[in-house]
């Protein structure tokens, strides 16, 4: 095997070009996009990603810590603002480990910057796929620019490109191909928190802000040059929802009502939401990932969520990461039966990580504002703190860890039975850091 085509140079097509061009391969990154760092076209749109633990465990593998932990910024703390304006900070570890926040845009420029100085890497921009034969790795791809087509041959062809990628689409005309696509109720925005005149953060840079409203929230995460990127999660239709928000009255009234802390940050708010479009959230679900020994989905194209436990592409990073290591363990002779294991490892972990995601939005949005939250958390802090091997909380697991997420799941399970019972307890606010609870839990264990 020789010939690698990637289609899509996102956050995902990109680092695969570089664990595949460190083994030797001819690789060919094809994006339908203008390059992202001659243009701007992540204006409006410039979302901000935490990686955790297993995204750094790829980035690591890729040899590329050092030159990615200088474009991020560590977090180690949920920061929630209550309707007054009162901030509560929730560590996310008892070991003070952190998440770190970075651009997405950043993120993918600095990979691509590395991709290509690589000899055997080519990216060629502005090239949309159009069609692709799965049995032989043969792609077309339009010129977004000038209309002409290309076609190009390769042994092996990863669709890299995203939640609805071509690719998975022409997997979709085979028989016995698995696909559903679940929208929820809830789009969301991107707002900007811009930095003091002196380059300073306006609000503490190493915490993710959060302010749970139940049914929506705003979220900010710190970027590099002292601005905060905020993120709205908002029903598209209901009492508060973007269909009620028509003019800049309904959004002034509605924010200072809100989030009364926030909208004093936000000098651009009324720009920002009438200007930069509103995005909508889906779960993609499908099987196989792969298509004989030729082509395999990876990413987005493979596993898209909803972005509440912020591990989409960590997710993605861990793909690439776990077919790196399959080719180091066992060779690229026979490709189906290594496309096989890589579907077979990856599948109930993308399957999982989507009900994770979903599941942390309520925590996020509802339950983080609820006194029985914290109680939880000091509870389960604790059990932590005593018992490291026999009591992980499923935050750490997911974040901290490289537990495969379908176990995380399943103990989460576990756990939440367990702590359902005991925060029934008589008198467990009191009572809560006694032995009497510590026993209880670990006989229900
Ligand atoms: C609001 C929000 C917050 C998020 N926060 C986090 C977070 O904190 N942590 C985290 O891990 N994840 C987060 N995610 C998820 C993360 O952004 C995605 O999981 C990640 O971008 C997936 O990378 P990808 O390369 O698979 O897909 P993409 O980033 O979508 O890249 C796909 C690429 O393929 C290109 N493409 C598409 N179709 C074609 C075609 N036909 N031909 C050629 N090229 C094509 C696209 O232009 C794009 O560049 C978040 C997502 C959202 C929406």
């Given at each position: 095997m020789k010939n690698i085509t990637i289609v899509g140079g996102g956050l995902v097509g990109s680092l695969l070009a570089i664990f595949l061009a460190k083994k030797g391969y001819n690789i060919n990154v094809y994006e339908r996009r203008p390059d992202l760092r001659k243009t701007n076209i992540l204006a409006g749109r410039s979302i901000n990603l935490v990686i955790s633990h297993r995204g750094w465990n790829a980035i690591q593998a890729a040899g590329l810590e050092e030159e990615i932990k200088k474009i991020t910024v560590p977090?180690?703390?949920?920061?929630?603002?209550?309707?007054?304006?009162?901030?509560t900070k929730h560590p996310y570890s008892?070991?003070?480990?952190?998440?770190?926040?970075?651009s997405r845009g950043g993120l993918n420029a600095k990979l691509l910057d590395i991709a290509e100085k690589f000899p055997n890497v080519s990216l060629h921009f502005n090239y949309k796929c159009t069609d692709v034969d799965l049995d032989h790795a043969y792609a077309t791809f339009e010129h977004t620019e000038n209309g002409k087509n290309i076609d190009v041959a390769a042994d092996l062809l990863f669709g890299a490109d995203g939640a609805y990628s071509l690719v998975r689409q022409k997997m979709m005309q085979k028989d016995r191909f698995n696909f559903s696509i679940e929208y929820i109720e809830h789009g969301y925005k991107e707002?900007?928190?811009p930095a003091n005149i002196d380059g300073t953060h306006q609000l503490d840079k190493n915490g993710l802000h959060i302010w749970p409203r139940r049914e929506f929230m705003l979220m900010a995460l710190a970027n590099t040059d002292g601005s905060f990127t905020c993120t709205l999660f908002f029903p598209y239709e209901g009492?508060?929802?973007?269909?009620?928000?028509?003019?800049?009255?309904?959004?002034?009234?509605?924010?200072?009502?809100?989030?009364p802390d926030a909208i004093d940050l936000m000098p651009t708010l009324v720009h920002d939401f009438f200007e930069n479009k509103t995005s909508s959230l889906a779960i993609v679900r499908c099987s196989p990932w792969v298509h004989k020994g030729k082509v395999a989905l990876i990413g987005d194209a493979a596993h898209a969520i909803v972005p509440f436990y912020g591990e989409g592409m960590n997710c993605g990073f861990e793909d690439c990461f776990v077919f790196n290591s399959l080719l180091e363990k066992i060779g690229d002779t026979d490709m189906e039966s290594l496309l096989m294991d890589y579907h077979q490892l990856r599948k109930p972990n993308g399957d999982a990580?989507?009900?994770?995601?979903l599941r942390n939005f309520i925590e996020m949005r509802h339950l983080v504002a609820e006194p029985s939250f914290m109680?939880?958390?000091k509870i389960e802090d604790k059990m932590q703190e005593k018992y490291p091997n026999k009591w992980l909380?499923?935050?750490?697991?997911?974040k901290f860890s490289n537990i495969p997420y379908h176990e995380a799941l399943s103990t989460s399970k576990k756990h939440d039975e367990i702590m359902e019972k005991i925060l029934t307890l008589e008198s467990i606010e009191e009572k809560w850091n006694s032995t009497e609870i510590e026993n209880k839990i670990l006989n229900m264990l």
């Open positions: 977090v180690y703390a949920r920061i929630t603002h209550d309707v007054h304006g009162n901030q008892i070991e003070n480990k952190a998440i770190w926040s970075v707002l900007v928190i009492e508060h929802s973007f269909d009620k928000i028509k003019n800049e009255n309904d959004l002034i009234h509605f924010f200072k009502e809100v989030f990580i989507a009900e994770l995601s109680l939880r958390k909380p499923l935050y750490s697991q997911v």
